[in-house]
């Protein structure tokens, strides 16, 4: 089996993927969210991406994955996420940060204290070590494993803006079937049309039947502005599959999968 997740080595991707691996399961690694999507598809593998962290919010190239593609979850996984301020110069020196724009996100209190540096996005946590493992007058926001692998000392640990701060991670597959005892079900509300009172019938569904939402979100379809989906997941009840069928009476709905709840990795 292989485990396709974002990298380079020393995301959090990895370190997630390092700790629920299946024994002689290999991790492979590529550049962009979507590209693990891609290669879950063409090589039939299970792949693991974040979805939503407690400070800064959904990940757009996640949900579009979800959106745009016909990968399923099969799991989810819930990651504390500690930042770190690495870097090989004094504080005063440092004239350029680098960090990935989610950790840009859950450690802005710490961020916007540093006044003096520029901040440059990059494409991960393990991108931010690496760029600043060779760019001088440089530090990094980003993790323990990739602060050891780049040996960039730490000048602060615990940098994000809550000590609760956690990520939520999605195991993807392709062409996975649900399991007969879900916990959980994700969705994507596309509104086949633009009505009063669409979303108040959509959410009378899981009222009437007593069904808790865990999370609602509404994202642009990029069809146009005020156009929008919603990613709804719910907790089962053992009706879960005459759910998704009421709802498919009134608005245009695309099943992401159901699967068991997870505990904190
Ligand atoms: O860059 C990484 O280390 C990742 O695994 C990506 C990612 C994300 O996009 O949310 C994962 C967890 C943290 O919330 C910050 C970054």
Redesign the pocket.
Known sequence: MTLAV?GPKG????ELAEKIRNENEEIILFPT?RDVFTAVLEKNIRGIV?VE?SE?GG?GETLDGLLQTECRITAEYYMP?RHFFVSRYSPDEISVIYT?P??HE?CSIYLNGMKRASLIHTS???QSAKEASFISGSAAVT?ESAAKLYDLPILQKDIQNSLNNT?RFLEISAGALDPDDPEKCSVVIIPRENRPGLLYGILGIFAQRGINLTRIESRPSKEGIGRYVFFIDFETDPGWQETITELKKITGVKELGCYRKKDYV
């Not at 995301?11 to 990895?14: A, G, P």
């Open positions: 974002l995301t959090f991707s990895c969210i974040p962290n800064a990940v996420i990935h989610q950790s859950q991960s946590n393990a993790t990520t």
